[in-house]
């Protein structure tokens, strides 16, 4: 039975993962230092939980003993924050990602799945983007996510690691009630916060290049993306890799039609604030995943509506 490290394992994307992980009979071994993860999310589910930084590298070659491969998922992520203090960024996000192989290296673990971003892509007037498309990010989140890219492929290739990058697009929506997003920079989550604080939602600006003004994104529901994880992980075990793919739903939404759908799902009509535009953001990024799909098989099955019905339903049961 192969034993894996998510890092970042008590996040709402990574507790995801372990939890399918488990299921798919494989041993985990969460390390998290519960900045942003929940210990909800870990305690009576998970047996063994490292409490710990990735600027911590004694630690990580500590907790990669026995482990046979790495899902990397720790990262600090706010878009306008890293505008505002990129050094953190830089800090946390490459030089826990250089933490991270060293260890590996260290204990001789080869097989590695690296969570990244579309933030690393270039504006781009493109209806789909494609993984070799241009890569100029706009925001110093963005760019950490790129170079820790670049240094997870040159240390593969010098090292004989079997690698996976997945570019994520927006994750959405929830497979257990208590692994719900506590984000507070991801759209939805956002517009629940408003709502429990008796605050309409706000937009970041009206005017981009689209359709209705408001930036369009691609959403994708977190267990297509846990899925993801489980068929790269099989990929990196069976033959030596060192790809990236998108995961995302291959469409597109805007910011106005994603309140919509919530205003349908709570049953409130919602009348959003526009507020001035964030630095570092694009005004459309929306996945072509036909590479994913040739190669791992993997396609994603939820709508909209049953991201944001799963969404609302994990925030309702947090608030019993």
């Known amino acids: 039975m192969k034993k894996i490290l998510v890092v970042g394992g008590a996040g709402y994307i990574g507790a995801h993962i372990a939890w399918l992980l488990q299921e798919g009979g494989y041993q985990v071994r969460i390390y998290d230092d519960f900045s942003n993860g929940l210990k909800s999310r870990v305690e009576g589910k998970f047996e063994d939980v490292v409490i710990g930084d990735v600027l911590d590298r004694k630690l990580l070659v500590n907790s990669l003993a026995g482990i046979d491969g790495v899902i990397h998922l720790a990262a600090k992520k706010a878009v306008g924050e890293s505008v505002s203090n990129p050094l953190k960024y830089y800090e946390n996000n490459v030089g826990g990602t250089l933490n991270i192989l060293a260890a590996m290296s260290v204990n001789g673990v080869k097989n590695l799945i690296f969570s990244s971003t579309a933030a690393v892509y270039s504006p781009s007037e493109k209806l789909t983007i494609s993984e070799d498309d241009q ?38 929506g929830s497979l257990r009630d208590e692994f719900g997003d506590n984000s507070k920079d991801n759209l939805v989550p956002k517009v629940f916060a408003a709502l429990k604080a008796g605050a309409e939602p706000e937009i970041y600006g009206d005017d981009y290049p689209t359709k209705d003004g408001t930036c369009i994104r691609d959403y994708i529901h977190v267990g297509d993306l846990a899925e993801a994880h489980i068929l790269a992980l099989e990929q990196v075990f069976k033959s030596k890799v060192n790809e990236i793919y998108n995961v995302g739903s291959g469409d597109g939404y805007s910011v106005s039609e994603m309140i919509s759908q919530i205003s349908k799902t709570i049953g409130k009509t919602l009348t959003p604030k526009i507020v001035a535009r964030r630095a570092g953001d694009t005004a459309q990024l929306i996945a072509s995943i036909s590479k ?3 190669d791992l098989g993997w396609r994603p099955k939820y709508t909209l509506k049953e991201m944001i019905d799963s969404a609302w339903q994990a925030e309702s049961r947090s608030r019993l």
């Open 292 to 294: 994913i799909e040739r």
């Open 135 to 172: 890569t100029e990010p706009l925001s110093p989140y963005g760019q950490t996510k790129l170079l820790a890219e670049k240094l997870i492929s040159n240390v593969a290739s010098a090292e004989g690691l079997s690698a996976i990058s997945l570019r994520y697009f927006n994750v959405v």
